[in-house]
T-cell receptor, first 113, second 112 residues
Framework: EAGVTQSPTHLIKTRGQQATLRCSPISGHTSVYWYQQALGLGLQFLLWYDEGEERNRGNFPPRFSGRQFPNYSSELNVNALELEDSALYLC????????????FGSGTRLTVV | GENVEQHPSTLSVQEGDSAVIKCTYSDSASNYFPWYKQELGKGPQLIIDIRSNVGEKKDQRIAVTLNKTAKHFSLHITETQPEDSAVYFCAGRSFGNEKLTFGTGTRLTIIP
């Protein structure tokens, strides 16, 4: 079974540009979650999508947005990039069950210069 | 919302000894508590989880205990090996809320 795949692996952008990160969940998983992991810090919740709808949002500005497609893959967009947006962005997927765990991808390392 | 605190932030143990990482949570409605291991350059990997109707769960050298009254849970690793060196995260999830709230992580170093 293929795991959660994220692309690209690394991304370098200039301050003020836009970044688009992509995630393909495990087959059969309908929920996709995005987390930001800044260097040396923990995982901060960004967004949760399920069945194509945004279900929950973390404490991040509106320039962080995303969507989920009919095949349950997801995209995270970050507009007007700032230097502090440099981080590892992790995508995870799960079945729609409270007692099921997440499966994470390996992440996209975003560097803003 | 849920708040999860984790300690210690760093832990070094001799190979073969045991390691214990502790977490506390704030939301009494939380009912699912997974632990993740993150190796350098990789995403977190689920290693064990426990639900609120269970007090303890074991999987080979790894065990997790849950004290619902005190609202804390712990990860126990016995007979530690060099490959156990990683960052470990605890997390909690409230009933009806799919979002996991993570602790701040523990960097575990196994000393050969």
């Amino acid at each position: 079974e293929a795991g959660v795949t994220q692309s690209p692996t690394h991304l370098i952008k200039t301050r003020g540009q836009q970044a688009t990160l992509r995630c393909s969940p495990i087959s059969g998983h309908t929920s996709v979650y995005w987390y930001q992991q800044a260097l040396g810090l923990g995982l901060q919740f960004l967004l949760w999508y399920d069945e194509g709808e945004e279900r929950n949002r973390g404490n991040f500005p509106p320039r962080f947005s995303g969507r989920q497609f009919p095949n349950y893959s997801s995209e995270l967009n970050v507009n007007a990039l700032e230097l502090e947006d440099s981080a590892l962005y992790l995508c995870a997927s799960s079945l729609k069950q409270v007692s099921s765990g997440y499966t994470f991808g390996s992440g996209t390392r975003l560097t803003v210069v | 919302g849920e708040n999860v605190e984790q300690h210690p932030s760093t832990l070094s143990v001799q190979e073969g000894d045991s390691a214990v990482i502790k977490c506390t949570y704030s939301d009494s409605a939380s009912n699912y508590f997974p632990w993740y291991k993150q190796e350098l350059g990789k995403g977190p990997q689920l290693i064990i989880d426990i639900r609120s109707n269970v007090g303890e769960k074991k999987d080979q050298r790894i065990a997790v205990t849950l004290n619902k009254t005190a609202k804390h849970f712990s990860l126990h690793i016995t007979e530690t090996q060099p490959e156990d060196s990683a960052v470990y995260f605890c997390a909690g999830r409230s009933f009806g809320n799919e979002k996991l709230t993570f602790g701040t992580g523990t960097r575990l170093t196994i000393i050969p």
